[in-house]
């Protein structure tokens, strides 16, 4: 892997959903953007929407590439909807560029192969196959118990649950360490959601109606925090999968033997239902349209646990997974692929969760990109909070230190840490970070540069 450079620029091939995701959130780091594509209408209304430049032209044409500042720049992304473009033109700035670190996203298993692409093909630094990032995201969902408000970590068994406060809340009017009381359970709030802003919690903080916690906990005193609030949800034992599509195999392919035997896929086209059959026995496979009202009474799709809305079409699955909560199933989720503005509908039409292919790729992306011990980023509440999983080294401004002894500005907090031993804590301010570490850190947006350059 490339070292990281002291420049700030990074050029985005590709002005499309991916592309304009991955601007925001750099623009939002203190990077300058540059976008780069060969549609005059997407450059401009990049370049109206986003603090950041454009540039007309080909990704595989040097000049334009030059013309971007690709030499001067920290890395190079290409995230346009051809494969083939996006591996050239890696490949070309890998070779033309050697200083600049190239990111691509590549969908076809033609080129990554079922376990994935390694890194230094063409001398491109990172891949990412969106598929295979959907699917995992959706499968750690499913172990998860399908509960929307919940985020997992790579590499600790912290759970973060975003915790809504009703009106008629017991928790209004107390503090944070009154509330940590009364649930009598090991955790840290790391943000609190208010009015639309986002702030950082002391212990005194009072709790309010209508407030947003991030809670960050270890999964069993997740589960008992559920329990007490009643809002516990088992993982699905059966569930039908509408579409068999790409992200349907690549969720399939991570299942047990004996967790895709609970699994039936419907699918109207005769000759996918018949390669999934081959390639999957243990699943039940359903040839018929989704959209015959008939189908959901005649295979008795009512009594499943979980619909997962997986088609090429969001706003069938939009349909599909919200008419399955109508009629009985106990939770659902939809894919979205094309328009993330469906996303905000979702909670609206009953649905539990929405799986978005541009916000799980734009998530890979910018874990590599914020550096080799970040294993885990989640953006929240419309990026104003940023929560991390950081790997402490040696060579760390952090490694040795208490948290008492560490200036975070009030704008950030240390809310796990799991050790070598792979046991999690919630610290407290005499807690010390160790070589090998991994920890949880919540940030406020406008402190995420520092914190990467703190626990970096």
Do not use: W
Not at 105 to 131: C, M, Q
Not at 200 to 227: M, R, Y
């Amino acid at each position: 892997m490339k070292e990281p450079g002291t420049s700030k620029k990074v050029v985005i091939l590709g002005a499309g959903r991916r592309g304009m995701g991955m601007a925001k959130q750099l623009i939002t780091d203190g990077k300058d953007v540059v976008i780069l594509d060969n549609s005059f209408e997407r450059v401009e209304m990049a370049v109206s929407k986003l603090d950041c430049l454009g540039v007309l032209g080909n990704g595989t044409d040097i000049d334009k590439l030059t013309e971007a500042g690709v030499e001067q720049a920290e890395a190079f992304i290409a995230v346009t909807n051809s494969d083939e473009i996006n591996l050239v033109s890696c490949g070309l700035v890998s070779s033309s560029f050697p200083n600049t670190k190239t990111v691509a996203a590549i969908r076809s298993l033609i080129y990554t192969g079922s376990g994935g692409l390694k890194e230094g093909l063409l001398g491109i630094d990172y891949i990412v196959n969106p598929n295979a990032e959907t699917a995992r995201s959706i499968f750690t969902i499913i172990e998860q118990g399908v509960n929307g408000n919940l985020l997992a970590f790579s590499n600790s068994k912290l759970l973060l649950y975003n915790f809504y406060i009703e009106k008629n809340s017991t928790y209004v009017g107390t503090t944070v360490s009154e509330m940590r009381n009364k649930l009598n359970a090991e955790f840290v709030i790391a943000s609190i959601k208010r009015r639309g802003q986002v702030l950082v919690p002391s212990g005194e903080t009072t709790i309010q109606a209508e407030d947003t916690l991030s809670i960050i906990a270890e999964s069993q005193e997740v589960t008992d925090i559920l329990k007490t609030v009643g809002k516990l949800q088992k993982r699905p034992n059966n569930m039908v999968l509408v579409g068999a599509s790409k992200i349907t195999r690549a969720l399939l392919n991570r299942m047990s033997p004996a967790m895709r035997s609970k699994v039936t896929i419907v699918d109207q086209d005769p000759e996918v239902c018949k390669e999934f059959s081959e390639r999957f026995r243990e699943i039940l496979v359903i040839k018929a349209d989704i959209t015959d009202e008939d189908i959901m009474a005649e295979e008795q799709l009512g009594s499943y646990d979980l619909l997962i809305a997986l088609t090429d079409n969001d706003e069938l699955n939009i349909i599909t997974a919200s008419y399955a909560k109508r009629i009985g199933i106990m939770r659902s989720m939809a894919l979205i692929k094309q328009n993330n503005n469906y996303s905000r509908m979702a909670s609206y039409l009953g649905i539990d969760v929405v799986i978005s292919t541009t916000d799980t790729t734009v998530e890979s992306l910018l874990r590599y990109l914020r550096g080799s011990n970040v294993s885990s980023v989640h953006s929240l509440f419309n990026g104003q909070l940023e929560v991390y999983e950081f790997i402490i080294h040696a060579d760390s401004e952090v490694c040795g230190k208490q948290l008492k002894d560490i200036n975070m500005r009030k704008k950030a907090i240390v809310a796990g840490i799991t050790n070598n031993e792979g046991k999690s804590i919630i610290p407290n301010g005499y807690s010390t970070l160790n070589e090998g570490d991994t920890v949880v850190v919540a940030a406020l947006r406008q402190a995420t540069e520092f914190i990467q350059k703190l626990f970096g």
